[in-house]
């Protein structure tokens, strides 16, 4: 059977407006205090890139991520389900299946990787408001270490706490610990717990097959 591999492909606007990002997210990660003029001049230079790249999704996460930060929360909210939207549309097929894989290697697929991931954890959170959510962030995570079984993004831990039925504050106070400098991060009982915990599940059967066969 034909494995159906999903690698990005950009227009040729691609590499001008990429490099225009990365501009962008210096600006946003390197200042301590943007000024609203400031912040209007990015939130302005993302909607430009998204203009001439649409399937380009790392600026809607700034984007969504400026918003979040200038207190828009509703804009923030719809800017993400707009980018997590286009993620399926690009990887779904008529059918509604995902891709046999979408590996993390390739450095066209990151952007969509890291929205679905962004979406699925979103999901988590407001499910301590609205029940249910966790449901679907669950089926994005399981979908993600299907595709990408290198699991660049650590999809792995976040699910077997949505299997054991943990919330997100449990899983945040249990397991993410914040850097200086890179923010939350997995905290050294993170893996432990993961390596005795994930043995009861059959989702994680074909992650460490995987892992066997590349070590």
């Given at each position: 059977?034909?494995?159906?591999?999903h690698i990005q492909k950009y227009?040729?606007?691609?590499?001008?407006?990429?490099?225009?990002?990365?501009?962008?997210?210096?600006?946003?990660?390197?200042?301590?205090?943007?000024?609203?003029?400031?912040?209007?001049?990015?939130?302005?230079?993302?909607?430009?890139?998204?203009?001439?790249?649409?399937?380009?999704?790392?600026?809607?996460?700034?984007?969504?991520?400026?918003?979040?930060?200038?207190?828009?929360?509703?804009?923030?909210?719809?800017?993400?389900?707009?980018?997590?939207?286009?993620?399926?549309?690009?990887?779904?097929?008529?059918?509604?299946?995902?891709?046999?894989?979408?590996?993390?290697?390739?450095?066209?697929?990151?952007?969509?990787i890291r929205t679905l991931m962004?979406?699925?954890?979103?999901?988590?959170?407001?499910?301590?408001?609205?029940?249910?959510?966790?449901?679907?962030?669950?089926?994005?995570?399981?979908?993600?270490?299907?595709?990408?079984?290198?699991?660049?993004?650590?999809?792995?831990?976040?699910?077997?706490?949505?299997?054991?039925?943990?919330?997100?504050?449990?899983?945040?106070?249990?397991?993410?610990?914040?850097?200086?400098?890179?923010?939350?991060?997995?905290?050294?009982?993170?893996?432990?717990?993961?390596?005795?915990?994930?043995?009861?599940?059959?989702?994680?059967?074909?992650?460490?097959?995987y892992m066997k066969q590349i070590?």
């Amino acid at each position: 059977m034909k494995i159906r591999e999903h690698i990005q492909k950009y227009s040729g606007n691609f590499e001008k407006v990429s490099t225009e990002y990365y501009d962008l997210l210096e600006q946003v990660e390197y200042s301590e205090d943007l000024s609203i003029e400031e912040l209007t001049n990015i939130e302005n230079g993302l909607k430009q890139i998204i203009a001439l790249e649409p399937d380009y999704l790392d600026p809607y996460l700034l984007l969504y991520k400026v918003n979040m930060f200038e207190g828009k929360l509703l804009d923030a909210d719809q800017i993400l389900d707009n980018a997590y939207q286009k993620s399926l549309h690009l990887i779904i097929d008529a059918k509604g299946h995902w891709p046999d894989l979408m590996e993390w290697g390739w450095q066209e697929n990151r952007p969509i990787i890291r929205t679905l991931m962004q979406k699925a954890e979103n999901l988590w959170i407001d499910a301590l408001e609205v029940p249910g959510l966790e449901e679907e962030a669950q089926e994005i995570y399981g979908h993600l270490l299907r595709v990408n079984p290198g699991d660049n993004t650590a999809a792995r831990y976040p699910l077997l706490a949505l299997l054991k039925g943990m919330d997100y504050g449990e899983y945040e106070s249990g397991f993410l610990v914040r850097d200086e400098e890179m923010g939350l991060v997995f905290s050294e009982d993170c893996e432990t717990w993961f390596a005795k915990e994930s043995k009861k599940y059959p989702e994680f059967a074909a992650w460490r097959t995987y892992m066997k066969q590349i070590s």
